[in-house]
């Protein structure tokens, strides 16, 4: 069965740097893109970023480039959001979700149960 | 301000039929796929409808999904009471280079 376990979230001060796993189990991980969405208190979802099956596309939201950056371990079905400068307003549950089909990046398929960043100081 | 436009709320009583409006652009809905996705109150969003009309599996053919232009819509016909919850479009846009979503519309059955 397809799971998408997040973890690393916590309370951190602005400015400073948090990093989310991703972990995945029941489908063949190197072959699927996997996307981060995140959630504001009450508010709708917002896509981050994307990472390729293979790695060589990566994406990010204009909200979040250039402060967040992604890898993979396709070896350890694994990957991470390494989140620098963080800001107040990047406060929310972090969803990782797989894209729905193979090799292609375009769809946020099935997701996570999300882990809870706060940002304050 | 969301990339995709939908209504903020509908709301219906059980067993009529419910429409929500997607609107956006051609770089996103104009030129991909929308998919829609549904979040119960307090759990993560589920993916509800994919490739514009196509239900995955599970999902009751209740829901459908449809597509003109640069606009979307979710149907549902003969809402339930278990049926209430928020729904989300959204397409790859190929200008941004991501995943677009609309603001979210609360169904109030």
């Known amino acids: 069965q397809l799971h998408l376990v997040e973890s690393g979230g916590g309370v951190v001060q602005p400015g400073r740097s948090l990093r989310l796993s991703c972990v995945a189990s029941g489908f063949s991980f190197s072959r699927y893109g996997i996307h981060w969405v995140r959630q504001a208190p009450g508010k709708g979802l917002e896509w981050v970023a994307m990472?390729?099956?293979?790695?060589?596309?990566?994406h990010y939201a204009a909200s979040v480039k250039g402060r967040f950056t992604l890898s993979r371990d396709n070896s350890d079905n694994t990957v991470f959001l390494h989140m620098n400068n963080l800001r107040p307003e990047d406060t929310g549950i972090y969803y990782c979700?797989?894209?729905?089909?193979?090799?292609?990046?375009?769809?946020?398929?099935?997701w996570g149960q999300g882990t809870l960043v706060t940002v304050s100081s | 301000q969301s990339v995709l436009t939908q209504p903020p709320s509908v709301s219906g009583t059980p067993g009529q039929r419910v429409t929500i409006s997607c609107s956006g652009s051609?770089?996103?809905?104009?030129?991909?796929?929308v998919n829609w996705y549904q979040q119960l109150p307090g759990t993560a969003p589920k993916l509800l409808m994919q490739?514009?009309?196509e239900r995955p599996s599970g999902v009751p053919d209740r829901f459908s999904g449809s597509k003109s232009g640069n606009s979307a819509s979710l149907a549902i016909s003969g809402v339930q009471i278990e049926d209430e919850a928020d729904y989300y479009c959204?397409?790859?846009?190929?200008?941004?280079?991501?995943?677009?979503f609309g603001g979210g519309t609360k169904l109030t059955v």
């Open positions: 990472i390729s099956h293979d790695v060589v596309n990566e």
């Open positions: 979700a797989r894209d729905l089909y193979a090799t292609t990046v375009t769809t946020v398929g099935y």
């Open positions: 490739r514009n009309n």
């Open positions: 051609r770089p996103n809905i104009g030129s991909s796929y």
């Open positions: 959204a397409a790859w846009d190929d200008s941004l280079s991501g995943v677009v």
